[in-house]
Structure formats: structure tokens, C-alpha cells
């Protein structure tokens, strides 16, 4: 009878069904507490059903009843990232990597877990070395993707969401981050499609109204964009990138009092997620709140620790600004965060990633030459902001 119960419970499971695996295996548990496959299955139901103080109980229970038991440590490792445990699930997902690394979940868990912690630069060199053996796993490229974005590394990026959208063609998230770093680049004409895409897919999620009213507004319709940003804030009346956009519109109409009331709106805000910095920085170089500007992009620094991606583009402020000892000082941490220097020729357009070595360092200001076609890449100017 239990073997009929554990069948059915992990044909429930293998149907996206936890509750029903639940109630089959809870009995059997009670009436053979030392059935390890009956607390195995249902520490994963109930990792699926979001118990996870069950699941870590259960499956506990069923690590000190066998060794080196790659699902069970895998399974735990993701009970315990669910209850905010970061140091004791990375542990566990560790020992599920270093019992099989033939599996894709245990690499991509690892991943997640070290891009939670912000340690980007070290969750970069994992999910390399595991797209290595997965080349088309989808979460890992998706991982690999969002990694990259964090680090300021955008056409690399944009690489990785390309690949997302062609492994998972109707995937909305997909489809939405890819068209959402090409209207960072102002690669419109590229965004285009994928923005009429994802309002397909969803009309009504507020991403899609976010990129339409973004693409509309890099396109020069303001009132189309208003229109969008305004729906936005109907559904998330606190939404940063809205109420940035909507300071600029204001201000292009010469409504100074209405965009300062958007941009304060937006400032209120701050520090609900890191991505948030990026919304309210975007607004201030368009309102020609240049020492602002500067104030919100070291503060974002502050706020996503690790991330290139803030000091890149204050690099290339300061660059522009004249203050080269600024700007050098902030290379140098995007050099660092990263482990990798970045440099695009703009004679061939080829792009190299050199290997950072925080001894020997680089200076930012002295000339390059390029691998691919053999010309001079006068510096910073070397250095791309994307």
C-alpha cells in the first residue's frame, strides 16, 4: 500500500500538484516515520507548496537517516533560501553541487543565491563556468543575463535576453527584460517589436505599459507616453520609473510645478529594491540636475553593493565633467567589481574583456590597441557606459 501512495504522490508532484502529494504522503509519514523516500517526497511537496518550515523539518529528519543525499540537500538547501537562511542554504546547496554536478538545478540554485547576496562578480565566474556544461539551460542564462545587467555590462546582456527569448520564446519576464535593456541602449527601432510583443503576451501587466510608454517617449510622443505612465501609476501609484518619466514630460510642457511634484513623488520612494536608482538617476541628467545627478548615482552605489553598473555611468560623468581623478577612482571599482576590463574599438566596433589584475591595475587614460583591426582606442573614450 505505502508503495502505491509514494507513486501516486510523485506522479502529483511530477503534475505541479504538491497539495495533493501532501495529503497522500502525511499519513504515511505518521503511521513509518523512518519511510526516508516517503520524507524525501514530502519535504520537496512541501518545498513546493511554500511550507518551508515543514520542509525543512521533514527533510532534516531524512538527513540524519542517510548520507550524501544529492535531492535531499538540494531540497533543503532550497527550504532554508526560502526562510531567509542565505549562509545555511548555500551550504546545502554546496554539498547537492559537490555530490552530482551533472545536474543543471544545483548550479542555478548556487547562482541565485550568490546574486541575492549581491556577489555578483563571484556569481559571474559560477554561472560561466556552469553554461560551460549547460550551454541552452534557460534559467542559467537567464541567471547569466541578469548578472551581467547588475554589473553594467549591457551589449553582453542583451546577448544573454536574446538567447532567453529564443530557449523560451513566451516567457514574459523574457521578453520584458530583453526589450527593457535595448531602450536603455536607445536601440529603439531593435525594441521595438518586442515591446508589441510583450503587450501581446500581457496588455495589462504594468511592465508592458512601462516599456510602451518608454518606447513611446524615446520616440517623441510625450502625450502617448503620458498616457501609458499615467496607467502605470493607476496600478502602482508609487512606481519610480513612472514618476521619473512623468517629471521630464512635465517639464517639456513647462509645468515646473507639476514635475516637481512627480520628481519628489519619486524621491520618496527610494530604497524599496536597488533597480529603483536606477529610475530616479535616468530623470535628473533630462531636467539638468547635474550635482542631483551625481548625489543619486553615489548614493545607488551605496544602496546595490557590488554592483558595476552605478559606476559606470558616474565614471563617465566624471569623465565628462573634467574630474579625472574622480573618474579614475571609479573605473577602478567597475574594474574591480567586475574582474574583467571592458573596452569597444570604435573603428571596428569589436569588443575585448581583459582580465583585471588588481596589482598591476589600468590605466584608464592611456592608449589601446585593438586586437581585431590594429587601431589606436584613445581612452576613456575606450571604455564604453554600455
Not at 551625481?294 to 559606476?311: E, G, H, M, V
Request: overall charge negative; proline content about 4%; some cysteine.
Amino acid at each position: 500500500m505505502s508503495e502505491k501512495v509514494l507513486e501516486s504522490a510523485k506522479t502529483a508532484l511530477e503534475d505541479d500538484r504538491p497539495n495533493d502529494a501532501i495529503v497522500a504522503l502525511e499519513p504515511l509519514v505518521e503511521y513509518d516515520d523512518e519511510n526516508v523516500d516517503a520524507l524525501v517526497c514530502l519535504g520537496i511537496a512541501y518545498v513546493q507548496a511554500e511550507m518551508p518550515e515543514k520542509a525543512v523539518e521533514v527533510l532534516t529528519r531524512a538527513d540524519e537517516m542517510v548520507e550524501q543525499h544529492y535531492v535531499v540537500e538540494l531540497f533543503l538547501g532550497r527550504a532554508l533560501w526560502a526562510l531567509g537562511k542565505l549562509t545555511a542554504a548555500e551550504d546545502r546547496v554546496r554539498e547537492a553541487l559537490r555530490l552530482d554536478s551533472s545536474q543543471p538545478e544545483a548550479w542555478i540554485d548556487l547562482g541565485r543565491i550568490m546574486f541575492q547576496r549581491r556577489e555578483y562578480r563571484e556569481a559571474l565566474y559560477h554561472i560561466e563556468q556552469a553554461l560551460e556544461q549547460f550551454h541552452d539551460e534557460a534559467g542559467l542564462v537567464f541567471l547569466h543575463a541578469l548578472t551581467l545587467y547588475r554589473l553594467g555590462d549591457f551589449t553582453l546582456a542583451t546577448e544573454q535576453w536574446a538567447r532567453v527569448h529564443r530557449l523560451e520564446p513566451y516567457l514574459m519576464s523574457g521578453v520584458s527584460n530583453y526589450a527593457y535593456i535595448l531602450l536603455l541602449q536607445s536601440r529603439v527601432f531593435e525594441a521595438a517589436p518586442f515591446v508589441g510583443y510583450a503587450n501581446i503576451i500581457d496588455p495589462d501587466d504594468y511592465r508592458s505599459l512601462i516599456l510602451l510608454g518608454e518606447l513611446r517617449f524615446q520616440s517623441g510622443d510625450h502625450e502617448g507616453a503620458l498616457e501609458c505612465f499615467g496607467k502605470v501609476l493607476d496600478k502602482d501609484p508609487i512606481n519610480i520609473e513612472a514618476l521619473s518619466r512623468l517629471a521630464v514630460i512635465a517639464r517639456n510642457a513647462r509645468d515646473e510645478k507639476l514635475s516637481r511634484e512627480y520628481l519628489s513623488r519619486a524621491e520618496m520612494e527610494l530604497g524599496r529594491d536597488p533597480e529603483s536608482w536606477r529610475g530616479l538617476c535616468s530623470a535628473y541628467p533630462l531636467l539638468g540636475m547635474c550635482e542631483e545627478y551625481i548625489d543619486c548615482l553615489i548614493r545607488w552605489t551605496k544602496s546595490d553593493k557590488n554592483a558595476a553598473a552605478p559606476w559606470v555611468v558616474l565614471a563617465k560623468e566624471y569623465d565628462r565633467l573634467g574630474k579625472l581623478e574622480y573618474a579614475r577612482n571609479a573605473w577602478r571599482t567597475v574594474f574591480e567589481l567586475r574582474g574583467y576590463v571592458k573596452i569597444r574599438c570604435p573603428h571596428c566596433d569589436s569588443e575585448a574583456r581583459l582580465p583585471y589584475d588588481s596589482v598591476k591595475g589600468f590605466d584608464v587614460y592611456s592608449p589601446r590597441v585593438c586586437y581585431s583591426c590594429g587601431e589606436k582606442i584613445n581612452m576613456p573614450a575606450g571604455l564604453p557606459a554600455d
